[in-house]
């Protein structure tokens, strides 16, 4: 199967507001203002949590399709906490991302319990963003001047 | 300084779509066709992407200011590759996530070459999202039955 491309652009519009584009969806990306933000959109690491949330509800759907049984009920909570110290340039004694992530799953199917279980597993194995949190990813930066300039 | 706690809550609307809320905001996703969904909305890994522009934008503005320089522009785009088999259960080979990431970041301030890279080298160690994407993160997991089965 080939591989997919995923991919955003967009602009920084003030210091803490992002307006970036995937495919034809506009997301505004900005801080509440305790963090210096006028809070018109969740901020980044909300994007974060709601990719998440929302790639467990696709890969609990595919799963519970191939194991033969039908999902009534899932609802999905997700929090963190994060120690902003090193993210404000106060400490770098901590990590600047979440520390760690809780996953509060409430789920009801037509499977017995065993089949609950393997959905539970499998879907957690197979969750491409739970796979980009819990492991490391290799990232390349690539830094430019913007054309205009050169 | 106390840590601050991000969440989101929301609920499974359809196989592939989750409506999900982080404090006053609203959140929508979605699969495009290709991917069994109705492609209503950006799809999970769009949103993580959304949230790693977002975060790097806030982290670029907090330390050029620390650094005394202004930010006349910065564009940011991020993409990358992911194998669909192990998310649709068809191979495990490869991981179910980005298999890397490419950042690429069009700058502009008022700064020295020197100061640019002050600037570049920071802000990608102090930035949450890159944290959480570029190192393990633990990850707890609760699944209840609905109140309402009980």
């Known amino acids: 199967m080939s ?4 991919s955003i652009t967009g602009k920084s519009a003030s210091a803490t507001k992002f307006e970036g584009k995937t495919r034809q969806f506009n997301h505004v990306i900005d801080e509440p ?9 969740a901020n980044p690491v909300e994007y974060l949590l709601a990719g998440y ?8 759907n595919v799963v519970a399709k191939e194991i033969g049984i039908k999902i ?3 609802n999905i909570s997700i929090n963190g906490d994060i120690n902003p110290e090193k993210f404000l340039g106060i400490s770098d004694k901590e990590r600047s991302g979440f520390q760690s992530l809780n996953v509060f799953i409430e789920l ?6 065993k089949q609950e279980q393997e959905l539970i597993t499998k879907a957690k194995n197979r969750c491409p963003v739970n796979d980009n ?3 490391p990813t290799p990232i390349q ?3 430019t001047q913007p054309i205009s300039k050169n």
């Open 108 to 113: 009801d199917t037509n499977g017995t319990p």
């Open 53 to 60: 949330a929302g790639c467990l509800n696709v890969v609990y």
């Open 141 to 143: 930066y690539l830094i």
């Open 3 to 6: 591989k997919l491309n995923f």
């Open 133 to 135: 949190l819990a492991n």
């Open 33 to 41: 203002e305790a963090l210096g933000g006028e809070d018109s959109a």
């Open 72 to 74: 009534n009920y899932l």
